[in-house]
T-cell receptor, first 113, second 112 residues
Framework: GAGVSQSPSNKVTEKGKDVELRCDPI?????LYWYRQSLGQGLEFLIY????????KSGLPSDRFSAERTGGSVSTLTIQRTQQEDSAVYLC???????????FGEGSRLTVL | QQPVQSPQAVILREGEDAVINCSSS?????VHWYRQKHGEAPVFLMI?????EQKGHDKISASFNEKKQQSSLYLTASQLSYSGTYFC?????????????FGKGTLLTVNP
């Protein structure tokens, strides 16, 4: 596709369940970013990838959060044993060059009951 | 380190001007500006890479004072379509390049 694609667009889960959020970046984009946006809040940095490597994982809130990227393309953000405070919109963005703009996906809205 | 934006919110009448500021405690490599409308993804406005450089598009422009680690976004003769939340994102220099950290945002409301 032409843009960044995220799935699912909406996910409702029960506390304690694991969830996987997927991001398909723009083809050829080497850098990929994950952000979390809680209701009315800013964009909280989670992690970014250069190719398949994650130089900076400092934004991951806890060890329940993990992310991987394979083939320099698709990325998956996994949240284990979800908690209610994990409820947020998870945004993915990709970037074609180190001085380029970020292209954001529409986000995955996660609701933990 | 997250950049600090001010003001947190601003309300304008159509045709008025506004300035949104962004500051960092770290030396910066670049500053990005994005606008997000309610329920939508953030959309790119501009990137500033050099100290003192000013960029503009139509009636929206920005400056970047590298020495002060500050950037400002200028919206002149605001239009209804300018309403949304504006985010600045910063990349630090030396070793932390490419990690783009955003401020908490400035909510801009333009009324008729």
């Amino acid at each position: 596709g032409a843009g960044v694609s995220q799935s699912p667009s909406n996910k409702v889960t029960e506390k304690g369940k694991d969830v996987e959020l997927r991001c398909d970046p723009i083809s050829g984009h080497t850098a990929l970013y994950w952000y979390r946006q809680s209701l009315g809040q800013g964009l909280e940095f989670l992690i970014y990838f250069q190719g398949n490597s994650a130089p900076d994982k400092s934004g991951l809130p806890s060890d329940r959060f993990s992310a991987e990227r394979t083939g320099g393309s698709v990325s998956t953000l996994t949240i284990q044993r979800t908690q209610q405070e994990d409820s947020a919109v998870y945004l993915c963005a990709s970037r074609g060059s180190n001085t380029g703009e970020l292209f954001f996906g529409e986000g995955s809205r996660l609701t933990v009951l | 380190q997250q950049p600090v934006q001010s003001p947190q919110a601003v309300i304008l009448r159509e045709g008025e001007d506004a300035v949104i500021n962004c500051s960092s405690s770290k030396a910066l490599y670049s500053v990005h500006w994005y606008r997000q409308k309610h329920g939508e993804a953030p959309v790119f406005l501009m990137i500033l890479l050099k100290g003192g450089e000013q960029k503009g598009h139509d009636k929206i422009s920005a400056s970047f004072n590298e020495k002060k680690q500050q950037s400002s976004l200028y919206l002149t003769a605001s239009q209804l379509s300018y309403s949304g939340t504006y985010f600045c994102g910063t990349e630090g220099s030396g070793g932390s390049n490419y990690k783009l950290t955003f401020g908490k945002g400035t909510l801009l409301t333009v009324n008729p």
